[in-house]
T-cell receptor
Framework: GEDVEQSLFLSVREGDSSVINCTYTDSSSTYLYWYKQEPGAGLQLLTYIFSNMDMKQDQRLTVLLNKKDKHLSLRIADTQTGDSAIYFCADFTGGGNKLTFGTGTQLKVEL | NAGVTQTPKFQVLKTGQSMTLQCAQDMNHNSMYWYRQDPGMGLRLIYYSASEGTTDKGEVPNGYNVSRLNKREFSLRLESAAPSQTSVYFC????????????FGSGTRLTVV
């Protein structure tokens, strides 16, 4: 079945850029997503990219997609303490309208 | 704007007890989902309902049942709770088209002792 992998932890200093990486296995993926989960809360959709795009920018967020390598990344510019959260990559292939989630990357922003 | 509402927020059960987790959405979404979240394992799909009147198993359905009561409501039932079902449970909904992603509820933290 589909597999989505992420590293578990990332620590950055306030003001630096953060890059969270994700790899997936299904070449028929149509949409890929990034979700943010703050402590004690549900997941919030941050952004998504369609599989025929290479890049999408939305304010401080930049999503890069390398379809050949099945690699997705989320760059957060000027990272703030409020960005500390778990970030999930998710993959939609259309079958059954289901998303497959990665394990999540815990981002810690230090002063 | 309520979005997806889950009840209860917290629950402690004894092994063998049963309970139903409730989920309702007010966005007229077609599809609804139940996930569990465990440390280091991300979100795993338990059951989903692609449209009203249909339900299907996900990745980890054993020990659970679901009911799509109507378009708004999708409940998850634990018939005989086990400690392995201690987890945070999330309900989500979507229009059914990929570009819109999912809207999540705030979760139910369940402990089985």
């Amino acid at each position: 079945g589909e597999d989505v992998e992420q590293s578990l932890f990332l620590s950055v200093r306030e003001g630096d850029s953060s890059v969270i990486n994700c790899t997936y296995t299904d070449s028929s993926s149509t949409y890929l997503y990034w979700y943010k989960q703050e402590p004690g809360a549900g997941l919030q959709l941050l952004t998504y990219i369609f599989s025929n795009m290479d890049m999408k920018q939305d304010q401080r967020l930049t999503v890069l997609l390398n379809k050949k390598d099945k690699h997705l990344s989320l760059r957060i510019a000027d990272t703030q303490t409020g960005d500390s959260a778990i970030y999930f990559c998710a993959d939609f292939t259309g079958g059954g309208n289901k998303l497959t989630f990665g394990t999540g990357t815990q981002l810690k922003v230090e002063l | 704007n309520a979005g997806v509402t889950q009840t209860p927020k917290f629950q402690v059960l004894k092994t063998g007890q049963s309970m139903t987790l409730q989920c309702a959405q007010d966005m007229n979404h077609n599809s609804m989902y139940w996930y569990r979240q465990d440390p280091g394992m991300g979100l795993r799909l338990i059951y989903y309902s692609a449209s009203e009147g249909t339900t299907d198993k996900g990745e980890v359905p054993n020990g659970y049942n679901v009911s799509r009561l109507n378009k708004r409501e999708f409940s998850l039932r634990l018939e005989s709770a086990a400690p392995s079902q201690t987890s945070v449970y999330f309900c989500a909904s979507s229009p059914g088209q990929g570009a819109y992603g999912y809207t999540f509820g705030s979760g139910t933290r369940l402990t089985v002792v």
